[in-house]
Antibody, heavy 119, light 108 residues
Framework: QVQLQESGPGLVKPSGTLSLTCVVSGDSIISDKWWSWVRQSPGKGLEWIGEIYHTGSSNYNPSLKTRVAMSVDKSKNQFSLKLYYVIAADTAVYYC????????????WGQGTLVTVSS | SYELTQPPSVSVSPGQTARITCSGDALPKKYAYWYQKKSGQAPVLVIYDDNKRPSGIPERFSGSSSGTMATLTISGAQVDDEADYYCYSTDSSGNTWVFGGGTELTVL
């Protein structure tokens, strides 16, 4: 049973870089799956950030594309999210997720981690 | 950019049928997925590929899709079904995924 756990700073300064890591257990990061990031700002809906395959192939939300970078660390069985030039509106609970069947419909999720953008 | 449109809220009494709609231009050719989201919890996939239920999801949850509209139906809604429900799908390219705005379901 795959398990996902997000980690990273809970507070980031405006114009800084948000960096999160998702550690994968119970499955291999190089399996045939897309590894995803989703966020939810306070009082708002779910927002798809993007997804990455272990080869490095990725798809990003067009509205975030210029500020987002995802990567995979095969040696640590984890994947990461970087969001550059953050603003207050990037304050959200960030989830990592995966579709255990290898498609693009995440059915296994991390618990989520709150990241606040504030000076 | 691609959008999925849902009603902001739906309200039913316990035991009634709740229907939540989701409209999107690519839905005639792309599957719809539905997530249940409760406060403080991670989303739960309740319907995939328009009308399939993952294991462990109660039979009262069903889905359908016709033309540009997908529908999540909860037959005999229970108080425990109170949550926000999000449809999820991809645009015509298949590379960009999007959530609908979410529908708050009230059962009381």
């Amino acid at each position: 049973q795959v398990q996902l756990q997000e980690s990273g700073p809970g507070l980031v300064k405006p114009s800084g870089t948000l960096s999160l890591t998702c550690v994968v257990s119970g499955d291999s990061i190089i399996s045939d799956k897309w590894w995803s990031w989703v966020r939810q700002s306070p009082g708002k809906g779910l927002e798809w950030i993007g997804e990455i395959y272990h080869t490095g192939s990725s798809n990003y939300n067009p509205s975030l594309k210029t500020r987002v970078a995802m990567s995979v660390d095969k040696s640590k069985n984890q994947f990461s999210l970087k969001l550059y030039y953050v603003i207050a509106a990037d304050t959200a609970v960030y989830y990592c997720a995966v579709d255990r069947s290898g498609y693009h419909r995440p059915d296994s999720w991390g618990q989520g981690t709150l990241v606040t953008v504030s000076s | 950019s691609y959008e999925l449109t849902q009603p902001p809220s739906v309200s039913v009494s316990p035991g009634q049928t709740a229907r939540i709609t989701c409209s999107g231009d690519a839905l005639p050719k792309k599957y719809a997925y539905w997530y249940q989201k409760k406060s403080g919890q991670a989303p739960v996939l309740v319907i995939y590929d328009d009308n399939k239920r993952p294991s462990g999801i109660p039979e009262r949850f069903s889905g359908s899709s016709s033309g540009t509209m997908a529908t999540l139906t909860i037959s005999g809604a229970q108080v425990d079904d109170e949550a926000d429900y999000y449809c999820y799908s991809t645009d015509s390219s298949g590379n960009t995924w999007v959530f609908g705005g979410g529908t708050e379901l009230t059962v009381l």
